[in-house]
């Protein structure tokens, strides 16, 4: 095996074969849809690093693929150590696409979207995924809270699936809901300022901070960081991300916490920073009948706030 050819331009088609990646017609009917994953080496006890699911040849597909997908980086990480990922079939025989996504989806769950090269959840995860009966019970009963139950002059950060995860220790939460966020300046005398920063995930309220001090992305000592955190400050860019320190709201506020806000008042934000205010304003605008109804002042409010909530995310991780 020509390993220095492979790490500088991808295997061949026979170097697959010569390792075993192919299968013959009889292999793909029996196959029919399935389920496979990635792994490291060939212990049974190792944990996959990408999970997917297809039809034919689809699981040699991430091979030679030569984009920058996590799976792809890992793949020629391998080659680099002159090794080949484990490639196992997880479930297969699958009727149709539909049962694939399902088993795909289930597994994706199981292993935890953090512990993967996968960069989304398994399908319908968000509806039907993995969850405690406590987190079943917050997402499925209960009154929605409304933007109008929601503290004024406040911040909403929406967490990614790579970042909030069942059992995540506190320092952890906070740590990932205090940095870094590309928002307005939030020392300047401009806007009011932010009284509570609340850490939302799958749409239920997790936890909710008072800020004490906002401070250039990478200022402050953090206990956990993940992709995409800054290090140093962020003092050079035209836009630059910010972080808070702060501590747990204990006041009559702090009674939020578990209550789920409807996804559909993110309608059209990009941006996980979402300003209270700016929901107040919509819930407003959507309470009448039309536009015309609300006076020249509140529109340009609530179109100002929405050029500040509704843009690219930026500091999305």
Known sequence: MDWEKIIKDGPSNEDLRQAGFFFDEDCRNDLQSYVYAYYEDDGADTPPFYVGEGKGDRCFAHLTRPDDHECARKIRELYRQHRWPTIRI??????????????????????????????QLGHHSRERGKQTVQEFRLAHSGRPVSPSDLPADSLVIRLSDKTYYEGIPETDLYDYTRSSWRIHNPRLNDRPRIRYVLSVHDGIIRQIYVPVGWFPAGSTLRHARKEG??????????????????YVAVDEVSQLVGRRINWGNFRGCQNPCVYTNFLKTREQRDSVEADECLTKEQRLALEEEERASCQEPGAER
């Open 90 to 119: 997880l479930r297969s025989g699958l009727k149709d696409n539909a049962m694939a996504l399902e088993v795909e989806a289930a597994v994706i769950d199981t292993v935890g979207i953090q512990n993967l090269t996968n960069r």
């Open 229 to 246: 955190d800054l290090t140093t400050p962020d003092t050079v860019s035209t836009h630059p991300r910010w972080e808070f320190v702060g």
